[in-house]
């Protein structure tokens, strides 16, 4: 029986995607009384995409529209959930304004890329509404001073399923989304199509390959390097389908890029760095801390914090390096998994906007 290759998966649309055509929408129906539908939206890393709308209604200088979430083949808990974008306008020069309605969490903890006391609307999403209602606003000559309320339909009960209630994000779900596009999720279709990358990158002869857990932290590479794009292997969360197919199928050079909380993970020793099936270890942030000469007492807060996020900042404010040790730590950890491999690695930390902000490089150690 001949083996068959792994199903190709249909994308989806982050809840970030939904929120800003339905927002789009909606502001464009206050200004001219018509929904547009479908309505198109630009994507954050370029390219359109259009969305159906399933309900919208206009009334008392208030315009909603719902689009019903298509998350491809992914088993995210929000695929088919009703995304609401209500717009109203607010007094010239108050921008946009962002409320969470039923089903969309609010912030109560720090360590997260939004702070306490705002809706549980990412940096992204943000920005893609925001975009899309300045390119509206500039069409039809408005000053584009709205408040946007996003719902969730079902998000208080969808939020019990997901890591929200223990960030202290209450009250719903997050709107995320940093592409604008949801990857499907199948270990095995997405570790097969590692393999493969690596497989074509040697074919064609290359000898430096880049794993990177999302967009911020492959653009950081690309900043760095003039690769060709075979380069750039899809890692995601993969860590451990990239690294033990590269053990025996080596390549001359191997970068990393990654996030802080993620790279904590790979450095602890996880294969896998998806949030559920991997966590942080505060005591190992705890062990790093004290390596950097940090106070006692941020030693001590380190148990207390709610994410890696949070521990990182507190260092950060303190003066304290936290990312170039780590950097060290994961490389160490690389070379455990690649064992005698012929493979010269290099480990970059980012931030959230693609900064490089820890390093080890190619010639830092092993």
């Excluded at 509404?129 to 001073?145: F, K, L």
């Excluded at 060709?228 to 969360?237: K, N, Q, R, S, V």
């Excluded at 690294?243 to 802080?260: D, I, N």
Aim: with cysteine.
């Amino acid at each position: 029986m001949s083996k068959t290759e792994p199903k190709e998966l249909r994308r989806g649309w982050t809840t970030g995607a939904c929120a800003t055509a339905a927002a789009k929408a909606a502001y464009s129906a206050l200004l001219t009384g018509t929904f547009p539908d479908p309505v198109d939206i630009t994507l954050p890393r370029g390219g359109t995409a259009a969305f159906a709308l399933t309900r919208h209604d206009l009334s008392n200088g208030r315009a909603m529209a719902t689009i019903t979430k298509d998350a491809g083949d992914d088993p995210d808990v929000t695929h088919g959930a009703l995304i609401t974008s209500a717009v109203r306008l607010l007094p010239e020069g108050s921008g946009v304004r962002f409320k969470a309605g039923d089903g969309v969490g609010t912030v109560t903890r720090p360590g997260l890329p939004i702070p306490p006391g705002e809706p549980a609307i990412n940096p992204v999403p943000r920005q893609m509404m925001e975009t899309a209602i300045s390119e509206i606003a500039s069409r039809h000559g408005a000053p584009g001073d709205v408040e946007i309320e996003v719902s969730i339909g079902g998000g208080a009960e969808l939020a019990l399923k997901t890591m929200n209630p223990r960030l202290g994000i209450v009250g719903g779900l997050s709107v995320l989304g940093t592409t604008g596009i949801v990857r499907p999720f199948s270990c095995a279709a997405w570790i097969a199509s590692i393999h493969r990358g690596i497989d074509v990158a040697r074919a064609v002869g290359l000898t430096h390959v880049v794993g990177a857990t999302g967009s911020a932290s492959e653009d950081a590479v690309r900043h760095r390097y003039d690769l060709d794009e075979t380069a750039f292997l899809d890692m995601g969360d993969f860590a451990g389908g990239l690294l033990k197919y590269l053990r025996s199928h080596p390549v001359e050079k191997l970068t990393l890029s990654g996030g802080f909380a993620k790279f904590t993970k790979l450095a602890q020793g996880a294969l896998d760095l998806h949030s559920a099936r991997s966590s942080v270890d505060f005591g190992y942030l705890q062990d790093l801390l004290v390596e950097t000469g940090a106070p006692g007492d941020q030693v001590a807060d380190a148990l207390e914090a709610n994410t890696a996020k949070e521990v990182l900042d507190r260092a950060l404010t303190a003066g304290v390096d936290l990312s170039t040790p780590l950097a060290r730590r994961a490389k160490a950890a690389v070379r455990d998994i690649l064992r005698d491999a012929p493979i010269s690695v290099e480990v970059l930390i980012t931030d959230r906007s693609g900064n490089v902000i820890g390093e080890c490089g190619f010639d830092d150690g092993t």
